[in-house]
């Protein structure tokens, strides 16, 4: 090794690796990304919160003391950066590279950010125009979405405005992080609009925020509808809606295009139809926006297949409970109809005490008052701890087998990747996706790459063909550095002294060998 590569790095470049090298996996840059933008998001939140009287005026400290501790976050934030901007490759090649980091866009945002509060320590303003600069904080979030859209269109250059729509809200090989940024936007848009939706229906609170639910509505509403829009434009590029008009019609007949339309169709209905026909009733189905999450969750999918394999038998067991309930009824119907006729006043009336009584739930609303029915309400309650348990047994059990067997799915194209000895990047993404939709953590992944790693390289004693090696550059290359990181273990872990004497010997090692010998030594430190 090199002197210089053995020189430790300054306290500079230390802070830079740590906290604002994207490329560093061991730092904190991405981790410090999505607390900034985060601590942005909610200064927004707060922004839109002073401007309703019964909160700020009640919390007007707590308000000032938030904001203080923001814009000393954010001056760290600035100050570090122009202090390390030498060592940023972006900058330091300039001939001052903290003057250059001065003029460039991120650092202007950056210092908007936060100058309108110190000129107000200075300069007396309006509060209310001190409140609109500080929506300038919301550009610092560029600084996440700018290298984002600069990946996005170049894993998407040369196609056409719809291939790229597609790329941004279905993932694909080129939908990049901003595509996984788009999905964070329509998710957190659905919590949102539908908590908006349950605190509406809080009298106290829909007097006080009226005017914010229907703009957050509106907001959401407009949302949900570029998204459908996008979605039945670009679904043509999915080779399952292949058709310009066919294609789109089988798209918006499928179940998760119907719910996005259900988001946003009773806003619509409303708006048009509310001087003819009352239809503020609808407002109610906003809650299955909710539903727009199974496309963000594989859970769902998971279940689905769980309950098309095991169907049959569900269907079975479903057909006994409602023979039993129906049962069930007649027989309340007949004991208790003559005590009780209010209640048991005809068999599908019934129907609802049976389901109760079945289901081990037993409202009391309803129960029976005579020794007979009593005694079959009795042994009816029993049997249906039992049969109204097996569709659950049955469902729960198909869960953990369909779960299990996508994992084994996922862990035999590991292994399939793994046959040329490499995981390239590619191979690697597919895997840790795979991964995150069956809830496997990326520590686990790991694990198991490493251990498929090491069973392979157990069958076949860590050598791989001369042929592949030949064929493949990538494979070549890969074993090259396995090889030199089992000799750096070797050199490391050895007697060096006595090693070196064995290598001095000119009849037993040649000069390269020494040369390399002496090489790996001196780097162990030994």
């Given at each position: 090794?090199?002197?210089?590569?053995?020189?430790?790095?300054?306290?500079?470049?230390?802070?830079?690796d740590?906290?604002?090298?994207?490329?560093?996996?061991?730092?904190?840059?991405?981790?410090?990304?999505?607390?900034?933008?985060?601590?942005?998001?909610?200064?927004?939140v707060?922004?839109?919160?002073?401007?309703?009287?019964?909160?700020?005026?009640?919390?007007?400290?707590?308000?000032?003391?938030?904001?203080?501790?923001?814009?000393?976050?954010?001056?760290?934030?600035?100050?570090?950066?122009?202090?390390?901007?030498?060592?940023?490759?972006?900058?330091?090649?300039?001939?001052?590279?903290?003057?250059?980091?001065?003029?460039?866009?991120?650092?202007?945002?950056?210092?908007?950010?936060?100058?309108?509060?110190?000129?107000?320590?200075?300069?007396?303003?309006?509060?209310?125009?001190?409140?609109a600069?500080?929506?300038?904080?919301?550009?610092?979030?560029?600084?996440?979405?700018?290298?984002?859209?600069?990946?996005?269109?170049?894993?998407?250059?040369?196609?056409?405005?719809?291939?790229?729509?597609?790329?941004?809200?279905?993932?694909?090989d080129?939908?990049?992080?901003?595509?996984?940024?788009?999905?964070?936007?329509?998710?957190?848009w659905?919590l949102?609009?539908?908590?908006?939706?349950?605190?509406?229906?809080v009298q106290?609170?829909?007097?006080?925020?009226?005017?914010?639910?229907?703009?957050?509505?509106?907001?959401?509403?407009?949302?949900?509808?570029?998204?459908?829009i996008?979605?039945?434009?670009?679904?043509?590029?999915?080779?399952?809606?292949?058709g310009?008009?066919?294609?789109?019609?089988?798209?918006?007949?499928?179940?998760?295009?119907?719910?996005?339309?259900?988001?946003?169709?009773?806003?619509?209905?409303?708006?048009?139809?509310?001087s003819?026909?009352?239809?503020?009733?609808?407002?109610?189905?906003?809650?299955?926006?909710?539903?727009k999450?199974?496309?963000?969750?594989?859970?769902?999918?998971?279940?689905?297949?769980?309950?098309?394999?095991?169907?049959?038998?569900?269907?079975?067991?479903?057909?006994?409970?409602?023979?039993?309930?129906?049962?069930?009824?007649?027989?309340?119907?007949?004991?208790?109809?003559?005590?009780?006729?209010?209640?048991?006043?005809?068999?599908?009336?019934?129907?609802?005490?049976?389901?109760?009584?079945?289901?081990?739930?037993?409202?009391?609303?309803?129960?029976?008052?005579?020794?007979?029915?009593?005694?079959?309400?009795?042994?009816?309650?029993?049997?249906?701890?039992?049969?109204?348990?097996?569709?659950?047994?049955?469902?729960?059990?198909?869960?953990?087998?369909?779960?299990?067997?996508?994992?084994?799915?996922?862990?035999?194209?590991?292994?399939?990747?793994?046959?040329?000895?490499?995981?390239?990047?590619?191979?690697?993404?597919?895997?840790?996706?795979?991964?995150?939709?069956l809830?496997?953590?990326?520590?686990?992944?790991?694990?198991?790459?490493?251990?498929?790693?090491?069973?392979r390289?157990?069958?076949?004693?860590?050598?791989?063909?001369?042929?592949?090696?030949?064929?493949?550059?990538?494979?070549?290359?890969?074993?090259?550095?396995?090889?030199?990181?089992?000799?750096?273990?070797?050199?490391?872990?050895?007697?060096?002294?006595?090693?070196?004497?064995?290598?001095?010997?000119?009849?037993?090692?040649?000069?390269?060998?020494?040369?390399?010998?002496?090489?790996?030594?001196?780097?162990?430190?030994?």
């Amino acid at each position: 090794m090199t002197t210089a590569q053995n020189l430790p790095k300054s306290l500079r470049a230390q802070i830079y690796d740590l906290g604002f090298n994207a490329s560093n996996q061991e730092g904190y840059a991405k981790k410090l990304d999505t607390f900034i933008a985060a601590l942005i998001i909610a200064n927004l939140v707060a922004l839109m919160l002073e401007t309703i009287p019964v909160i700020y005026e009640a919390n007007a400290a707590l308000f000032h003391a938030f904001d203080k501790i923001s814009v000393i976050i954010f001056t760290v934030e600035y100050l570090t950066r122009l202090y390390v901007a030498p060592e940023d490759p972006e900058f330091s090649k300039a001939q001052s590279p903290r003057f250059a980091y001065l003029k460039s866009p991120f650092a202007l945002i950056d210092l908007a950010a936060i100058l309108p509060f110190y000129l107000a320590a200075f300069f007396e303003a309006d509060l209310r125009v001190l409140r609109a600069l500080r929506l300038l904080r919301l550009f610092k979030l560029l600084r996440v979405l700018m290298p984002a859209i600069h990946e996005f269109k170049e894993l998407n250059k040369g196609k056409t405005l719809r291939q790229q729509v597609y790329a941004l809200i279905n993932p694909t090989d080129t939908s990049g992080k901003l595509h996984e940024y788009f999905d964070t936007l329509i998710v957190w848009w659905v919590l949102i609009s539908v908590s908006a939706v349950i605190l509406e229906s809080v009298q106290m609170l829909e007097g006080v925020f009226h005017v914010e639910f229907v703009v957050l509505d509106a907001v959401a509403v407009m949302i949900f509808s570029i998204e459908y829009i996008l979605r039945l434009y670009s679904c043509v590029e999915d080779p399952r809606f292949q058709g310009a008009v066919s294609g789109r019609l089988r798209y918006a007949k499928s179940p998760i295009a119907v719910i996005d339309l259900l988001a946003i169709v009773p806003f619509y209905l409303e708006v048009l139809l509310h001087s003819i026909v009352d239809l503020r009733f609808l407002r109610i189905f906003r809650l299955m926006r909710l539903l727009k999450l199974t496309r963000y969750t594989q859970a769902t999918g998971t279940l689905f297949k769980a309950l098309k394999r095991e169907w049959p038998i569900i269907a079975a067991s479903t057909f006994i409970m409602l023979l039993l309930v129906v049962l069930t009824a007649s027989l309340g119907y007949l004991f208790e109809h003559e005590a009780q006729p209010d209640k048991f006043e005809n068999i599908p009336q019934s129907i609802y005490w049976a389901v109760v009584t079945l289901a081990s739930v037993g409202y009391g609303d309803i129960s029976p008052v005579t020794p007979v029915g009593r005694l079959m309400t009795m042994i009816m309650a029993l049997v249906g701890i039992g049969i109204f348990a097996v569709p659950a047994a049955i469902l729960s059990t198909a869960f953990n087998d369909q779960l299990h067997k996508d994992r084994e799915q996922m862990h035999n194209e590991l292994y399939r990747f793994m046959e040329d000895g490499i995981l390239d990047e590619s191979e690697r993404a597919i895997i840790y996706d795979e991964a995150k939709r069956l809830h496997i953590t990326e520590e686990e992944v790991d694990l198991l790459i490493e251990r498929v790693r090491q069973e392979r390289e157990a069958t076949t004693g860590g050598h791989l063909p001369f042929d592949l090696i030949k064929r493949e550059p990538e494979v070549a290359f890969e074993q090259f550095r396995q090889v030199i990181g089992q000799l750096r273990q070797i050199a490391s872990v050895s007697q060096t002294e006595a090693v070196s004497k064995l290598f001095s010997d000119q009849d037993r090692a040649t000069s390269q060998e020494r040369e390399i010998w002496e090489r790996l030594s001196r780097g162990s430190g030994r």
